[in-house]
């Protein structure tokens, strides 16, 4: 209940009014991305995330999803303030394992003011940390850490592939309106390997993974209720992100897909290129949220089918943050035929994402 409480406290925090004084620098486009600089910590910006999701099996080819996120927010409130205890910038961490046997999510989150060692997000390369949680870049390798309460893992994500760089080498449209961007990079096809601690039981563990990297002091465009977001792992060592923002009706009100094929050639997609129609749905039993679950993806000539893991993959965060998401793990087939896996997030289906 503690833990509870001060998330509730630190996200109206991280969302309030930010002093006057306070100017966070914009997104422009033609601004390269270096590494490994900007693989770490971008604390002017206003909110950044390192979002790592993948799939995983045990030595009986039982499957598993998992995810852990890092938040890095800068609320522009206290900043003048020469206390160790002002909240300068917030982390909060997120995390799931979607396990079919148990056939709902076990999640666990947690957040803190950074500061004393305790929680960190540290410049020049990828080390953050937060009560338990961490995700740190050895030369190459990334050491992703969680002890929770009902799972814990210990993950090797190395990679196999240099960044992919979405929208326009790293400078993501959310919008028509040039200054609704975000930095944004992908990787894609990272190996796998590790423990995972489950059910009373410990697991050796491989798969493939993904790590998004986004950083951003804008908010979602007037108008906007949430988004759906996915990332494929192909089989034969493709790659695909996609996403749209969409309305109260469901209308996309901005798209967009970066597709890289097994040669390592790129291809950003402009938003009429991109398409998420539903092929099915699930009703949420404890918040009555009706979720599209499963989805026909296009992208120009790509066209990919994504089914769920399992159904019933919906993060309820509002006893903490006030959000409820969907966010899985998924199959994906093209013409039938299983070709990868990867990840959908869902946002905004319940009520509209207030960021």
Known sequence: MRRRHFLTLALGVAFARAEAEVRYPDVVAGAALAFPRDEGAHPAFRTEWWYVTGSLRDARQREYGF??????????????????????????????????????????????????????????RTDVAIDGASLVDRHGTYAAH????????????????????????????KSPAPLDASYYYSLPQLRAQGVLRHDGRSDDVSGVAWLDHEWSSRLLMSGAVGWDWTGINFDDGA????????????????????????????????????SFVAQSHWRSPRTGTDYPVAFAIRAGDIAVELDPLMLDQELDARAAIGVVYWEGAVRARIGGRAVGRGYLELTGYGKPLRI
């Open 239 to 274: 790659a695909l992100m996609a996403f749209r923002i969409r309305d109260a009706e469901g209308r996309a009100m901005w798209a967009s897909a970066t597709y890289r094929d097994r040669d390592g050639r790129t291809t950003t997609y402009a938003p009429q290129q991109v």
């Open 146 to 173: 969680l002890t929770a309460r009902d799972f814990a893992f210990d993950l090797a994500l190395t990679k196999t592939q240099p960044a992919l760089l979405e929208g326009d080498a790293g400078f993501s449209r």
């Open 67 to 124: 995810q852990l996120t890092f938040f890095r927010s800068r609320p522009g409130v206290a900043e003048a303030s020469a206390s160790a205890f002002a909240p300068r910038q917030l982390l909060f961490a997120h995390a799931a394992l979607a396990n079919p046997a148990q056939g709902r999510l076990a999640v666990d989150e947690r957040a803190a003011r950074a500061g004393f060692g305790l929680a960190y997000a540290n410049e020049g």
